[in-house]
């Protein structure tokens, strides 16, 4: 008896042992386990290539090209519908030149080819490309976005184009060699930029008429007004600065050092949503430059790359994209650090950048 006793007991104390290591160990289940979440973009940026006619579509969260679609001759100036389905792009045949070129000597222009494409998000594709007057560059969309403002570079005119029946309403003739064009957040004017006579034309969006012209300072390119519309500025790429307005009187009424005159060229402009911080790209002097709105000082410039001229921010402000024409490719600024964390390879010479969120 001693024996089993001494047997027995020895198999209850390795039976207890094993369930009380058991119940230490926890049960794995499905439901403890993270459910892995895809990350879904909340924005794509769209980016225009001047010399290959094609359109590149970025996804924010890869920074890499998802798709490129064709759009035809020299697509530059890009902007969207106010409910973000639809993409207009400035399409041109005339042949590409710098400033001082004999024309002379150029290819003929395809005026078949000129218009502004009108391209759908959903689908990623060109639907039509509808007429906006001679060799349009740049644009705008009137507040209620029935209307397109369109500079017509080679007649020293502007064109209003209705939407709604694809057709140009009225051509007015501004200064030689228009390019930026850009309307008011109240709506009521349209400014216009004219490289050759260094001057802005103001035109009533009401009167549709130019009512005010007034000059600015040399070659200037692009406009950005404050959310207020009470103030505007001028970007004057051969004087290394801004020209600040007052946009309720039409008048100039200061300047902002951006660099030096020939290196520091400034091209594009781009507000904050706030108003508070500019942003402004400088062609050949490779570098976007900061502005606080507040004292109309530049505060600091990040370089970028070769030549850039299109920017636009990420709708939660953390990232800047430029298109950079000579290296073919699109810079990625961390606006935390202010640094370049990626340059995404686009087509050839990209010229404009438009976000729109998702």
């Not at 150029?106 to 759908?120: Q, R, S």
């Not at 209003?160 to 309403?169: A, H, M, N, T, Y």
């Not at 005010?212 to 009470?230: C, I, N, Y």
């Not at 000082?297 to 709708?315: F, L, Q, Y």
């Given at each position: 008896?001693?024996l089993?006793?001494t047997l027995?007991?020895?198999f209850?104390?390795?039976?207890?042992?094993?369930?009380?290591?058991?119940?230490?160990?926890q049960p794995?289940?499905?439901?403890d386990?993270?459910?892995e979440v895809?990350?879904i973009a909340?924005?794509?940026?769209?980016?225009?290539?001047?010399?290959?006619?094609?359109?590149s579509?970025?996804d924010?969260?890869?920074?890499?090209?998802?798709?490129?679609v064709?759009?035809?001759?020299?697509?530059?100036?890009?902007?969207?519908?106010?409910?973000?389905?639809?993409?207009y792009?400035?399409l041109?045949?005339s042949?590409?030149?710098?400033p001082?070129?004999?024309?002379?000597k150029?290819?003929?222009?395809?005026?078949k080819?000129d218009?502004?494409?009108?391209?759908?998000?959903?689908?990623?594709?060109?639907l039509?490309?509808i007429?906006?007057?001679?060799?349009?560059?740049?644009f705008?969309?009137?507040?209620?976005?029935t209307?397109?403002y369109?500079?017509?570079?080679d007649?020293?005119s502007a064109?209003i184009?209705?939407?709604?029946?694809?057709?140009?309403?009225?051509?007015?003739?501004?200064g030689?060699?228009?390019?930026g064009?850009?309307?008011?957040?109240?709506g009521?004017f349209v400014?216009v930029?004219?490289?050759?006579?260094?001057?802005?034309?103001?035109?009533?969006t009401a009167?549709?008429?130019?009512?005010?012209?007034?000059?600015?300072g040399?070659?200037?390119?692009?406009?950005a007004?404050?959310p207020d519309?009470?103030?505007?500025?001028?970007s004057l790429?051969?004087?290394?600065k801004l020209?600040v307005?007052?946009?309720?009187?039409?008048?100039?009424?200061?300047?902002?050092?951006?660099?030096?005159?020939?290196?520091?060229?400034?091209?594009?402009?781009?507000l904050s949503?706030?108003g508070?911080?500019?942003?402004?790209?400088?062609?050949r002097?490779?570098?976007v430059?900061?502005?606080?709105t507040?004292?109309?000082?530049?505060?600091?410039?990040?370089?970028?790359?070769d030549?850039p001229w299109g920017?636009?921010?990420?709708?939660?402000?953390?990232?800047?994209?430029s298109?950079?024409?000579?290296?073919?490719d699109?810079?990625?600024?961390?606006?935390?650090?202010?640094?370049?964390?990626?340059?995404i390879k686009?087509?050839e010479?990209?010229w404009?950048?438009l976000?729109?969120?998702?």
């Amino acid at each position: 008896m001693s024996l089993l006793n001494t047997l027995r007991n020895a198999f209850l104390g390795f039976l207890i042992l094993s369930l009380s290591s058991c119940s230490n160990e926890q049960p794995t289940t499905p439901s403890d386990k993270k459910a892995e979440v895809p990350k879904i973009a909340t924005y794509r940026v769209y980016v225009t290539n001047e010399r290959s006619g094609d359109l590149s579509i970025i996804d924010p969260d890869t920074h890499e090209v998802v798709a490129t679609v064709p759009l035809g001759k020299r697509p530059r100036g890009i902007h969207s519908s106010h409910d973000g389905k639809t993409i207009y792009v400035a399409l041109s045949g005339s042949p590409i030149a710098g400033p001082g070129v004999d024309e002379s000597k150029l290819p003929p222009a395809d005026k078949k080819a000129d218009g502004i494409g009108v391209f759908d998000v959903g689908s990623n594709k060109l639907l039509k490309v509808i007429a906006a007057g001679s060799d349009p560059e740049e644009f705008d969309l009137s507040k209620d976005g029935t209307l397109l403002y369109v500079s017509n570079e080679d007649i020293a005119s502007a064109s209003i184009v209705d939407l709604g029946s694809d057709k140009v309403l009225q051509t007015i003739k501004v200064g030689e060699e228009p390019e930026g064009v850009t309307t008011s957040p109240d709506g009521k004017f349209v400014y216009v930029t004219s490289e050759d006579q260094g001057a802005i034309s103001v035109i009533d969006t009401a009167a549709r008429k130019v009512i005010k012209t007034f000059e600015v300072g040399h070659r200037p390119r692009d406009v950005a007004f404050l959310p207020d519309s009470s103030k505007a500025y001028v970007s004057l790429e051969n004087d290394g600065k801004l020209a600040v307005v007052d946009a309720v009187q039409h008048k100039k009424i200061g300047e902002v050092e951006i660099g030096t005159a020939g290196q520091i060229k400034p091209m594009s402009i781009l507000l904050s949503k706030n108003g508070k911080t500019g942003y402004v790209s400088t062609g050949r002097g490779k570098k976007v430059f900061l502005l606080d709105t507040t004292t109309d000082k530049s505060t600091s410039s990040i370089e970028v790359g070769d030549r850039p001229w299109g920017i636009a921010v990420s709708p939660d402000g953390k990232y800047l994209y430029s298109a950079n024409g000579p290296s073919n490719d699109v810079s990625v600024v961390d606006l935390s650090t202010q640094t370049v964390i990626k340059r995404i390879k686009a087509g050839e010479s990209p010229w404009g950048v438009l976000i729109i969120s998702k």
